[in-house]
């Protein structure tokens, strides 16, 4: 006989079929693997790339003919808040933090001791001066997304009156009479706010176990500040 017997479609090459398998596996896992770079890297890019910024808005209802709050009155603050996204995640608000202060006249003049002793103080060239802390909040939010490539806007609102807060409340209408009667109008008092935004990395799961190392606690949060922080 001539030749031999030939089982093999591939024209003598009965192992080619598992060389295809093979090359048809390296390429899913080389896909697998570009994908979770890719995955990685925009990850990266959002922790990099996301900020935020706050605007706060006073509003005082109920003042007396000098300018300064009646007992009845009450202080609104809105904090408006632009998140720009220029990442290819989507993001949502999971937790804000604000403080407001005010700059204490009265316990700078020796006025108010005790608030004197608890006021933060900050330290300057002209000598220390004191803020008595108005608002000190922190929320869980749940608002809107923010979707990849945008920089939409959110407003939250702080109030503060007798009925919400009374001792606070009369601190708040004690400094400000202070500033009227001393420089004219409300306008002059001096104010100090800081803000603190966490959102969330959509599609990042959180780290399964509690000794997981910090990098992947974190990974899919991102932690923003912008004001100064009187309080740390």
């Known amino acids: 006989m001539s030749g031999s017997l030939d089982l093999s479609p591939y024209g003598g090459r009965p192992d080619r079929p598992i ?5 048809v596996i390296t390429a899913i896992l080389a896909g ?19 900020s935020f910024a706050p605007t706060p808005t006073l509003t005082f209802q109920g003042t007396e003919s000098n300018g300064s709050l009646a007992p009845d009155g009450s202080l609104t603050i809105s904090l408006g808040i632009r998140v720009d996204n220029p990442s290819a995640r989507t993001l949502h608000l999971q937790l804000l933090a604000f403080s407001e202060w005010v700059e204490d ?20 060239a002209n000598g220390t001066r004191y803020f008595f802390r108005v608002f000190g909040e922190s929320r869980e939010v749940a608002e809107n997304p923010v979707p990849p490539g945008t920089a ?20 708040l209408r ?7 009667s001393t ?16 959102l969330v990395i959509d599609g990042v799961p959180p780290a399964s176990s509690p000794t997981a190392a910090p990098y992947l606690r974190e990974i899919g949060r991102i932690d923003r500040e912008e004001g100064l922080n009187l309080a740390s």
């Open 19 to 23: 060389w295809l398998v093979a090359a």
């Open 105 to 124: 006249g009265p316990a700078e003049a020796g006025l108010n001791e005790l608030r004197r002793l608890a006021d933060a103080r900050v330290v300057g």
């Open 174 to 180: 004690n400094i400000t009479d202070f500033w009227v």
């Open 152 to 171: 939409p806007s959110y407003t939250f609102t702080f109030m503060i009156s007798r009925a919400t807060d009374a001792a606070r409340f009369a601190a």
């Open 32 to 50: 697998l693997a570009i994908g979770s770079a890719s995955n990685y890297v925009s990850i990266v890019v959002a922790q990099a790339t996301v």
């Open 183 to 198: 420089a004219g109008n409300i306008s002059a008092v001096t104010w100090n706010f800081w803000v603190r935004l966490t």
